[in-house]
C-alpha cells in the first residue's frame, strides 16, 4: 500500500489515493468565539455541507460550518467520485414508484448538479482534475440484458442522452451494453478544498475537530452545542451523511460498506470511461492519474455495515480485478460508507414535521457528488426563501406508502434481528490471550459482555459494545480497525470515539 508523510485524515482506517495527493486542506481556518451568532450553521464539511455554505456565504449569508475531523473526512475524502446523470435508483424503478415525470426531473436534477460542479470549477478555478467521460453499462446473461433494455427504454424517456454500444471498454465479456454521454469524473478533495478555501476567502468559518452532541431551540434561534462551545444560528443543517440521534431516518436510511481498490497494470490497459456491471452487487470502473502515475479504479462488493467479512470483501474484489487486469501492484485500497433510501430517492430538505429550521441531506445511495451538491443547491434555496423545482421530489416529508414498503420492512426487520441475536452466543474468550494483535471481538469476560481489542502492542481496552444509539451490538472491522454498528450504521475507533453514524455519544470504557 501507499506509505506518505502527510495525509488528509479520514473517518477509516484504510487510505483512499485522494488523501495523499495534495498538502491538508485542512490548514488554518478563522475560530468563531463562544456564543457568536450566525445566520446558518452547516454540520459536516463534506461536498454536501461546504456546496451549501459556499452557495449561502456568495448570497450574502453570514455561515459556520462545523465539522468533527477535518475537510473531507467523511465518505467525501472516501468516495471513487464518478460524476452521473444515471443512479443507483434506476429510471424504471423511479418510473414505477414515483412516475414518469418523476423521471425526468430525476434526470434534469443530475443535469443541473454536473453544471453546478462545472460552474463552481470555472469560477474558483479549481485544479480538480475534472474530465467528461462516457459512462457504460453492460449486461453478462439474459436476465440482465432484459432489465438493461428497460433502462435504456426508461432513460430515454426521461431525457437521458444514452444509446446501445458495440463496447464495454473492459476486457470483461458482455452481452449486451449501452453508453451514457457526458459523464464525469474528478479529485474529491482536491475540489471541496478549494471550495472550502473560497468559503472562508468570503467571510465564512469553518471550524474543525468540534463534534456536535446537541442543539436546541432558544427564544427562535437554533443553539448548536459543542464540547465547550455554544453556537446560535436562525438556520441549522445537517449535511452528516445521516441526521444524528434516533430519528425515521434511521429506519428510512440503510448504512452500507462499498470497497475499492486502484491497481496498476502491467500493461496499461486502462479504461478511458466509466463502466458498471449489472451483478448484486455490481462493479464499478475507471481510471485516475495519481502522483503522476495512472491507476485503475475498481469497487463494489458492497454489505450493509457491521455484516459480511470486510477482510473477505477486499479479497474477493481483488480476485475479481486480477481475472480480468494484468496487475502489477495493489497501491490502494480502502473502504467507504453510503446510506440507501428505502424508496430510492434522496431526502433532502427542511424538516417540515417540527417548527425548528432544520434542514437535512441523507440517502444519496452511491452518488453522493452529484446529491450532495444538489442538496446544496437546494437547501441554500429553500434557507434564502427561493422556489426549488426540484424540493418537493426530495422532501425529507414525502411519504410514499408502496414505493420502498418491502424494502423498509426487509431492513428493520434486520435490524431487530440483531437486536435481539447479539445478545446471545456470545464467543467465551478462556483467556484474553487467544486475542490476536490487531483484533477485536464481542466476548463474555467474568459473566459480562465486553467489546475486547489488542493493539499492535499487545495492550487490550474494553469497551461496551451496545451503541448508545439504539441499544444495538457493535461488530469488529477487521479491515477499517472500527467497531461497526449492523443496524444503523453507527462506527467507533478502537477506543470507542464516534467515527461516523448516528450516535452522539461514545461506546463506555470498561475497566478490566
Not at 73 to 90: E, K, Q
Amino acid at each position: 500500500m501507499k506509505n506518505t508523510k502527510e495525509i488528509n485524515p479520514r473517518d477509516s482506517y484504510t487510505q483512499s489515493p485522494w488523501q495523499s495527493t495534495l498538502t491538508a486542506i485542512s490548514s488554518t481556518r478563522p475560530e468563531a468565539e463562544v456564543n457568536d451568532e450566525f445566520d446558518v450553521i452547516v454540520v459536516g464539511a463534506g461536498i454536501t455541507g461546504i456546496t451549501t455554505a459556499l452557495l449561502l456565504q456568495k448570497a450574502g449569508k453570514n455561515c459556520l460550518v462545523l465539522e468533527a475531523g477535518k475537510v473531507g473526512f467523511g465518505t467525501t475524502g472516501g468516495t471513487s467520485a464518478h460524476l452521473n446523470t444515471f443512479f443507483d435508483a434506476t429510471y424504471p424503478e423511479i418510473e414505477s414508484d414515483f412516475g414518469a415525470q418523476a423521471a425526468k426531473q430525476v434526470a434534469d436534477s443530475g443535469k443541473d448538479a454536473m453544471a453546478i460542479i462545472a460552474e463552481l470549477v470555472r469560477e474558483y478555478g479549481v485544479d480538480c482534475d475534472l474530465e467528461y467521460k462516457d459512462g457504460y453499462l453492460f449486461s453478462e446473461n439474459e436476465k440482465e440484458t432484459e432489465q438493461l433494455r428497460e433502462i435504456l427504454a426508461a432513460s430515454l424517456r426521461a431525457g437521458i442522452a444514452v444509446a446501445e454500444a458495440e463496447t464495454n471498454e473492459l476486457p470483461v465479456p458482455f452481452d449486451m451494453a449501452i453508453r451514457f454521454a457526458q459523464q464525469g469524473q474528478f479529485h474529491p478533495l482536491k475540489y471541496v478544498g478549494a471550495l472550502a478555501e473560497a468559503l472562508v476567502s468570503l467571510g465564512g468559518t469553518i471550524r474543525e475537530d468540534s463534534f456536535v452532541s446537541a442543539h436546541n431551540v432558544v427564544d427562535g434561534l437554533m443553539e448548536v452545542i459543542c464540547a465547550e462551545r455554544t453556537f446560535s444560528a436562525k438556520h441549522l443543517v445537517y449535511a452528516t451523511h445521516i441526521p444524528p440521534g434516533i430519528t425515521a431516518f434511521s429506519f428510512r436510511c440503510a448504512p452500507y460498506r462499498s470497497y475499492v481498490l486502484a491497481a496498476k497494470l502491467k500493461n496499461g490497459n486502462y479504461p478511458d470511461a466509466l463502466v458498471y456491471d449489472m451483478q448484486e452487487p455490481y462493479h464499478y470502473f475507471r481510471s485516475h492519474v495519481i502522483d503522476g502515475e495512472q491507476l485503475l479504479i475498481i469497487g463494489g462488493e458492497d454489505h450493509k455495515t457491521g455484516h459480511d467479512d470486510p477482510e473477505g470483501a477486499f479479497a474477493r474484489l481483488e480476485e475479481y480485478a486480477r481475472k480480468y487486469y494484468n496487475i502489477e501492484s495493489i497501491v490502494y485500497k480502502w473502504s467507504s460508507q453510503y446510506y440507501i433510501p428505502v424508496d430510492g430517492l434522496p431526502y433532502i430538505g427542511r424538516l417540515a414535521a417540527s417548527q425548528e429550521n432544520t434542514y437535512i441531506a441523507t440517502g444519496f445511495n452511491g452518488n453522493g457528488m452529484i446529491f450532495g451538491t444538489l442538496a446544496g443547491k437546494i437547501i441554500a434555496d429553500q434557507i434564502q426563501g427561493i422556489d426549488n423545482q426540484y424540493a418537493d421530489l426530495y422532501t425529507p416529508s414525502r411519504l410514499k406508502p408502496v414505493a420502498g414498503f418491502s424494502e423498509f420492512v426487509k431492513e428493520n426487520t434486520d435490524v431487530a434481528w440483531h437486536f435481539i441475536a447479539d445478545r446471545f452466543g456470545a464467543e467465551e474468550l478462556k483467556k484474553l490471550s487467544e486475542l490476536k494483535r490487531g483484533e477485536g471481538k464481542i466476548a463474555e469476560f467474568k459473566g459480562e459482555k465486553l467489546a475486547i481489542y489488542k493493539d499492535l502492542q499487545g495492550k487490550v481496552t474494553a469497551l461496551s459494545p451496545v451503541c448508545p444509539h439504539a441499544g444495538c451490538i457493535v461488530n469488529f472491522n477487521m479491515a477499517e480497525q472500527s467497531w461497526d454498528c449492523p443496524c444503523h450504521g453507527g462506527r467507533f475507533d478502537i477506543s470507542g470515539k464516534v467515527i461516523c453514524g448516528p450516535p452522539r455519544e461514545d461506546l463506555t470504557r470498561i475497566t478490566i
